[in-house]
């Protein structure tokens, strides 16, 4: 995963210290009400699509540039689907980050399926009950993303 130059330019001040960022994640479904999933290189995990915006990118837009820079595929988001501060994560080079995450639901218009750079081995559209295995973050906003209800995310509440 190539590391934006911005952050780079904060890392020379911050040392490996937590840096709190922006992200995004973008469910992208096409007209057949399939997901589309990356498996990623650095975890060789299936994941939901997702980024850290640039200096000043509005996030839906970032949403966008991601799914088409990672997969091909071109999309529009639709709606936000959940805003949630995500837990500290520490790199294998030490740096610790934070993400206030953006989920959006994105619509397919336009492009083929595949793997578009470095950061997956493999992409692919699922069936959303034939999905492989998600981490429960994935599992949770994939439902969001098909439900119209609003939803209140609490980290402390059980089951």
Not at 10 to 21: C, V
Not at 114 to 142: H, K, M, Q, T
Request: charged share 25%; proline share 6%.
């Amino acid at each position: 995963m190539a590391t934006p130059d911005f952050i780079s330019t904060l890392r020379n001040s911050a040392g490996h210290q937590l840096l709190w960022l922006p992200g995004v994640t973008a469910l992208v479904f096409d007209d057949e009400g399939r997901v589309l999933l990356n498996r990623r290189a650095d975890t060789r995990r299936w994941s939901v699509l997702g980024g850290i915006p640039d200096p000043g990118e509005q996030p839906a837009a970032c949403a966008v540039r991601e799914v088409h820079e990672e997969t091909g595929v071109r999309c529009v988001a639709e709606r936000v689907v959940l805003v949630q501060a995500l837990e500290p994560v520490t790199y294998e080079n030490g740096d610790t980050c934070q993400y206030m995450d953006i989920t959006f639901r994105c619509r397919a218009v336009g492009g083929e399926a595949r793997v578009n750079d470095d950061e997956s081995l493999d992409v692919a559209w699922f069936d959303v009950d034939a999905l492989p295995e998600l981490n429960e973050l994935g599992l949770l906003r994939i439902k969001q993303a098909l439900s119209d209800a609003p939803t209140w995310f609490d980290p402390t509440a059980s089951g």
